[in-house]
């Protein structure tokens, strides 16, 4: 009896060191703090994103039009009424606050407005950047926020797609990813213009990002057609915006990165994914804010 215990008692030990061992292990290293310039908040700081930095959609069907042009993209900053579309997979928009972004302790710290609602989810990836060198441009490092879906199958990082020029205006848009797959960005009859973006001057364009699960898509009534939301962590994914958590930033190797605080926030459309008559997946973005800032 004593010797049985002993062995239990030994063995418990053992597996507690090893408990203790496995979480210094994950610990060390696992979280990357990296030295940043603080852009402080003033009176003057506007709670919207202030500045578009970039806009590069990818082909779709809104692409072309006014749902998804320049002004489009800067009808989106200094608000949450504006409306742009990022188009099929990978197409995203880059724009900046006026000041940093503080990373609350165990808050929400941001949020990211589209036009999601029940059941109709087009969920973007977000990814976020301080201005670690001070010069006011998104010229640093980008951190994927790690939303509900990181553990979901389907869900893939260092993903890339490359679009084809369609042998003719109208027609489908052919498609190649990094992972040997093909598809087309499939044209309807509702949206009769080009779907590959006119700014591109070349025949293809490459865009590359993380790949959410179309898991959550529903065609199995053909006219009646859903998306449902991920848990959180994305944008255009939840009616009346999504909040996100800064600290739930994590670098290319996964590992989770305490940012101070973020300067830069880029959306990229996550879904890669044709809805039939609906058209494909693309995110839509109609502002973000810091809502420390947000008036209650
Ligand atoms: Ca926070
Ligand atoms: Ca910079
Ligand atoms: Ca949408």
Redesign the pocket.
Known sequence: MIETNLKRNLAIAFLLAMAALASCTKDKGAVVTPQTTVHPTTAASNAYVTTLFDFNPAPGQFINTTLADTAAAKATLKTDQGLVSLGAWGGYIVVGFDHTVMDVDGKKDFVVYGNAFALFAEPGVIWVMQ??????????TWYEIKGSAYYKEGYTRNYSVTYTRPACDTCSVPWKDNKGNTGVIQTNIYNVHPYFPLGIKGNTATYTGSLLPSSNINMDDPSYITSASFDYGYGDNTAGGDQIDIASAIDANGNAVSLKGIDFIKVQTGILANMGWLGEQSTEFTGAADISLLKP
Do not use: A, L, Q, V
Not at 131 to 140: E, H, L, R, S, W
């Open positions: 201005d670690t060198n001070g010069n006011g441009k998104p010229d640093d």
